[in-house]
């Protein structure tokens, strides 16, 4: 077997896990990023939501560092325009997000991995993980490969914990999860000239019988025709943390799309439609996550709690998503979420740390907290701490919390104070 050797191992190359190793790399450390699909990004590539934020609350940017370079970068490349972030939004958050190309997004993450060192291991994933005097060891299976990693950090960015689990550490979850979302976009019909009423009667009427769900369109047939479909149905029981629930996730996701379609083309007006989109996979909101040395708890999150080691900042409304829509509570004013260190540690580990959805928080925090410019900040945090471990031979919590800031500050994050 194949054996290779790292200061810094981090598992997902998704929202967080693409920052945290830039970040590590860009220090030096010796850094492998493991991905099991084909590209980096996670939500904002394969999952279809190319419209990243919040970076802004309330007049001032809030989230910057490697993140933000990558997206704007991704923006300007691509001959497109960011938001006016001196325009407040009020309840519309969403004019704040940044619609970017994902496929690009995910081109420029990868040049940006290999500029910074880190060894990218696509195809792969960890089928077995075993704790050592001084790091870890890790068994990384894939096409045709399998390797054994010596490292002496671990970052675990899957989104499940998965890493976590693995190694029989304390994961949470709730019995029921938030929907997932299969994004796609469908075109060839003017809205304008439908029949929105009569289109609502029998949409209803398909939904009684069986030939729809209520999910498929979230009840509002206008609504969704509207947005062409883009985020606006869900897949009940949405579920990423195992090979199976995947896949049926997945195919859930699909069989949705096809009865949309085949609904739609029976009616008049849609005699030329058409798919102009649509994401390889669904996309899932929340499974596990860690029970870690902070938890960050939903007064903490809404009151804008500054923890005493506070490294990033998270800024979105409230936004727990059920079967039939999502109804956000936005936050008041002023207040500007923190992320601390000790909600990316898993509670009694060495040498471990989560980054994205999988941090310890409670569920209506976790709801906030998930959206990627959050997850890419506390990528940029864990890529950090991780790095200054593994170069000082200690753990994540002994890391100096000064230094840590010090080397955020140092690659253009923002850190509370």
């Not at 919040?54 to 989230?63: E, M, T, Y």
């Not at 290999?114 to 195809?123: H, I, T």
């Not at 299969?182 to 949409?203: C, E, M, N, P, T």
Request: hydrophobic share 40%; aromatic share 6%.
């Amino acid at each position: 077997m194949k054996r290779l050797a790292a200061d810094v191992l981090i598992v997902g190359g998704g929202t967080a896990g693409t920052i945290a190793a830039i970040q590590a790399g860009r220090l030096g450390a010796r850094t492998i990023l493991v991905e099991a699909g084909s590209q980096l990004g996670g939500t904002t590539t394969t999952g279809g939501v190319d419209i990243p934020g919040l970076f802004h609350a309330w007049g001032r940017q809030v989230i910057a560092g490697i993140g933000w370079e990558l997206v704007t970068r991704t923006v300007e490349l691509n001959g497109g325009n960011l938001p006016d972030f001196k325009k407040p939004t009020g309840r519309q958050h969403w004019k704040h997000q940044v619609r970017l190309c994902g496929a690009l997004y995910a081109a420029l993450a990868e040049e940006a991995c290999v500029k910074a060192g880190v060894q990218l291991r696509y195809y792969e994933f960890p089928a077995a993980v075993e704790q050592t005097g001084d790091g870890w060891t890790i068994r990384l299976d894939g096409k045709g490969t399998s390797v054994e990693v010596a490292a002496k950090q671990l970052v675990d960015c899957t989104g499940n914990a998965s890493v976590a689990g693995m190694i029989s550490l304390p994961r949470q979850r709730e019995k029921t999860t938030q929907p997932g979302t299969l994004i796609y976009r469908l075109g060839g019909y003017d809205v304008r000239s439908l029949d929105l009423k009569a289109l609502q009667a029998k949409a209803t009427a398909a939904v009684k019988s069986g030939a729809l769900k209520p999910t498929d369109f979230n009840k509002s047939i206008a609504g969704f025709l509207g947005g062409g479909g883009e985020n606006a149905m869900h897949v009940p029981g949405a579920d990423s943390s195992t090979s199976e629930t995947h896949t049926a996730t997945n195919i859930r996701g699909r069989q949705s799309l096809l009865r949309v379609v085949r609904f739609l083309k029976q009616e008049p007006g849609f005699a030329t439609l058409r798919i102009e989109r649509l994401q390889p996979e669904t996309g899932v909101r929340e499974t596990f996550r860690i029970v870690g040395e902070t938890t960050v708890t939903v007064k903490d999150y809404t009151t804008g709690r500054v923890f005493d080691d506070a490294v990033a900042y998270s800024f979105y409304p409230i936004d727990l998503h059920v079967e039939h829509g999502v109804k956000p509570e936005h936050l008041k004013e002023g207040i500007v979420p923190t992320i601390p260190l000790g909600a990316l540690i898993p509670k009694g580990c060495k040498n471990l740390m989560v980054a994205g959805r999988c941090l310890s928080s409670d569920r209506l925090a976790n709801s906030a907290l998930r959206v990627q410019a959050s997850c890419m900040a506390m990528g940029q945090a864990a890529g950090v701490t991780a790095a200054l471990a593994a170069n000082a031979a200690t753990t994540p919590l002994n890391v100096p919390l000064a230094d840590i800031r010090r080397r955020l500050l140092e690659h253009s994050a923002i850190v509370p104070i």
